[in-house]
């Protein structure tokens, strides 16, 4: 029986080979790397929207890296001094993202990155965690569940809740298959589904899935 309270669980994630963080590791092994957030950025083509900080002596060499890696949809830099970037990166099919939308987990940010390996810190239910780390292993992602224990976090505070309407959305949009990959259900089909036109229904999903996926501790 699962304890009504949440829990707080680390785990430590291999991004897949073909993505360019990977690339990066393998090229220049002392790299420091924090991800400050991740969202979908464009639903209808599946592209995801992250914020990243990299922090290495070679610098110049890992953006032109990044920028010309074919898994990158689009570059742009933030801020940049001698040993640090900040930038904005879209990439294709975030299905690390989606996993964590359709279970229900949130993620405390930032994300810390060390040797191609993502360490996440996650609040859900006991329940949403295991799910979400079955997904995993059906999808052969390879993970590691470092600790798990019940969280001193409060997850259902304002900032977390969705109204009525948000959770009548997020509901259809998840039994839909809309977080599937690939996609059971498009974004106009479901927009029409919830009679809304397909800008207010991306609008309301990118608001829903901020309180869903970005937790502050």
């Not at 959770?167 to 029409?192: D, V, W």
Request: overall charge positive; aromatic content about 10%; glycine content about 4%.
């Amino acid at each position: 029986m699962d304890s009504p309270k949440s829990s707080l669980a680390r785990i430590r994630i291999k991004f897949p080979d073909q993505i360019w963080i990977s690339e990066i590791f393998r090229k220049f092994h002392d790299v420091r790397m924090e991800i400050e957030h991740f969202l979908p950025y464009d639903f209808e083509n599946s592209i995801g929207n992250s914020i990243i900080e990299i922090f290495h002596h070679s610098i110049d060499l890992i953006i032109d890296e990044i920028r010309n890696h074919k898994s990158v949809i689009e570059f742009s830099v933030l801020e940049k001094e001698e040993t640090r970037v900040k930038f904005n990166v879209k990439t294709r099919d975030p299905f690390l993202l989606y996993a964590i939308i359709k279970c229900g987990v949130l993620i405390n940010f930032p994300v810390r990155v060390r040797e191609g390996y993502a360490y996440w810190r996650l609040v859900s239910s006991r329940k949403s965690i295991d799910d979400l780390l079955t997904l995993f292993e059906q999808k052969g992602i390879e993970h590691t569940l470092l600790r798990i224990g019940t969280s001193p976090y409060n997850v259902d505070d304002d900032k977390n809740k969705l109204t009525l309407n948000e959770s009548t959305i997020l509901n259809n949009a998840i039994s839909s298959g809309f977080f599937e990959i690939p996609r059971k259900i498009s974004l106009e089909a479901l927009a029409n589904k919830l009679g809304k036109s397909k800008s207010a229904l991306s609008v309301t999903l990118r608001k829903i899935i901020k309180k869903k996926v970005m937790f502050e501790m």
